[in-house]
């Protein structure tokens, strides 16, 4: 739990090696906890069948927004998402369940339970956010068995089937243009250059993974290569590092936005991929958008300094920067004249 840990009280507690009476004054609210602390505590003691009735009791009075807040928070715990996705669900607040349908840590239990159980509004959200249908199919046939399912809604979900579940002869194209990549078994470790190298592994490369590219990096893009959109986009959310860092850079952008959806996504790695200048717009404006993301400094920077980042977003960014990468920025010939002359300007501002 991540609020949590970072409280000594609420550590304890949750490790299991709280007293009595430190369980008590949380319970009592006399514990400096802040609302998502004690949110999570209290999810954690109402499994607890002496605690229970008391933590529950407190739930309800912690206030909504604070519960509206967690929910969208890239850092939530994924049970205590499961236990407001219940409450939720039997309250029906959708304007909860829409921010738990988006947050990536929501596990596959939740969105089961509001595919099988929300409204129609919840499974307008849930069906327009593709991405964790398209990863976890299972969630359609959910949906299907939902009495809230319009007609409307049940033409959108069979688009969706249509588009990444049947299999279309461009599709086999595709399969037969990388048909000739070597296989990665065949290569021996001097031989992983670019000469050898498919030109459709070559072109996912930045100038500096060029000069040397690890075996293990190609390996990944070959296995890759060989499925379906609808398997890419499951490996983006579930996979690790190198499948993310390959995925984000895929021609198909609903398997490149899928990739920051994936939990495990480090801001080190969103921070890399703001730099990329062979990523698409749509994936660098999600980034811009995110205020979980753009709060961090080198996120910020990374993304005004990309020229391929969209300039309304690098404008909204600018008043943010410091006067050091303000002067690089003014000075980049890579980027758009609106943006160096903004830049330009802060700068004189500023010092």
């Known amino acids: 739990?991540?609020?949590a840990s970072a409280n000594p009280i609420a550590k304890q507690i949750i490790e299991g090696n709280a007293s009595e009476d430190t369980?008590?004054?949380?319970?009592?609210?006399?514990?400096?906890?802040?609302?998502?602390?004690?949110?999570e505590v209290l999810v954690f003691l109402s499994e607890d069948e002496k605690y229970s009735k008391r933590a529950l009791s407190l739930i309800t009075i912690l206030p909504f927004s604070s519960l509206l807040s967690y929910a969208e928070r890239r850092e939530a715990d994924e049970k205590v998402l499961e236990f407001l996705t219940v409450s939720a669900i039997n309250e029906e607040k959708s304007e909860v369940l829409e921010k738990i349908i988006k947050n990536p840590n929501t596990n596959l239990f939740s969105l089961k339970l509001i595919a099988e159980r929300g409204s129609t509004q919840d499974?307008?959200?849930?069906?327009?956010?593709?991405?964790?249908?398209i990863a976890f199919p299972e969630l359609i046939q959910c949906v299907r068995e939902n009495k809230n399912l319009t007609p409307f809604l049940s033409a959108k979900l069979k688009e969706l089937e249509e588009?990444?579940?049947?299999?279309?002869?461009?599709?086999?194209?595709?399969?037969?243009?990388?048909?000739?990549?070597?296989?990665?078994?065949?290569l021996i470790e001097e031989e992983l250059n670019i000469e050898i190298l498919p030109s459709e592994f070559v072109d996912i490369l930045e100038?500096?993974?060029?000069?040397?590219?690890?075996?293990?990096?190609?390996?990944?893009w070959y296995k890759l290569s060989k499925m379906s959109v609808s398997q890419k986009i499951k490996r983006a959310i579930l996979g690790g590092r190198i499948e993310r860092s390959i995925l984000v850079r895929d021609r198909n952008r609903v398997v490149a936005l899928a990739v920051l959806e994936n939990p495990?996504?480090?801001?080190?790695?969103?921070e890399s991929i703001a730099k990329m200048r062979n990523v698409s717009e749509e994936v660098l404006k999600k980034i811009a958008t995110a205020k979980d993301w753009v709060k961090k400094y080198q996120i910020a920077c990374a993304l005004?300094?990309?020229?391929?980042?969209?300039?309304?977003?690098?404008?909204?960014?600018?008043?943010?920067?410091?006067?050091?990468?303000?002067?690089?920025?003014?000075?980049?010939?890579?980027?758009?004249?609106?943006?160096?002359?903004?830049?330009?300007?802060?700068?004189i501002e500023k010092t």
Do not use: W
């Not at 588009?163 to 065949?186: G, H, N, Q, R, S």
């Not at 495990?264 to 969103?270: N, Y």
């Not at 969209?310 to 002067?327: A, E, T």
């Open 207 to 220: 100038p500096e993974e060029k000069k040397a590219i690890p075996k293990e990096k190609y390996a990944t």
């Open 1 to 3: 739990m991540i609020f």
């Open 163 to 186: 588009e990444f579940f049947v299999k279309t002869e461009m599709e086999k194209d595709e399969e037969e243009e990388i048909a000739d990549a070597p296989e990665p078994e065949l």
């Open 123 to 133: 499974l307008e959200v849930l069906i327009s956010n593709q991405i964790k249908l």
């Open 264 to 270: 495990k996504i480090t801001d080190g790695e969103i």
């Open 304 to 347: 005004v300094k990309n020229p391929r980042t969209p300039v309304s977003l690098s404008l909204r960014l600018l008043n943010n920067i410091l006067p050091k990468d303000l002067k690089d920025i003014s000075y980049s010939r890579d980027l758009p004249e609106v943006v160096r002359n903004t830049a330009k300007r802060l700068l």
């Open 23 to 39: 369980i008590q004054i949380v319970l009592d609210r006399i514990a400096p906890l802040s609302h998502f602390e004690l949110l």
